[in-house]
């Protein structure tokens, strides 16, 4: 399971998997992070599973955030991936999918009519 953790000063959005259809745990962790100093305000997703917390750097830091939340189960820090690193994977997965299937196409092309035409289908 990973987390996505996205930062920008006083705003933390962090991708959940365990919040996903868990409004019982989306409004603990609201509850949890709302009593902290220094937290503004949070919204759990229970849709998306993410939540946006919005905080005074000043006052709080997001380390501190992300260390409770690891503290208390909610995260696993050492699954955490940043926004680069998103995007990087999600960018390797298209590009596997597409060569996946301009392969195909092109085998489906070259075998066109003749019998090796259902050998190209699975690949």
Sequence with gaps: ?????????????????????NKFKCTELECLLESLHGIGSVTANVLTGSVLIQFCPE????????????????????????????????????GYAASKALLGLALDKAFEGTPLVLLAAFI
Excluded: F
């Design 59 to 94: 006052s709080i830091c997001s380390h501190s955030i992300l260390t409770l939340l690891s503290q208390e189960g909610y995260i696993d820090l050492t699954r955490a991936i940043s926004s680069p690193q998103y995007m990087e994977e999600a960018v390797s997965n298209i």
């Design 1 to 21: 399971m990973r987390y996505y953790v996205h930062e920008v000063p006083g705003r933390l959005r962090i991708k959940m998997p365990g919040l996903k259809r």
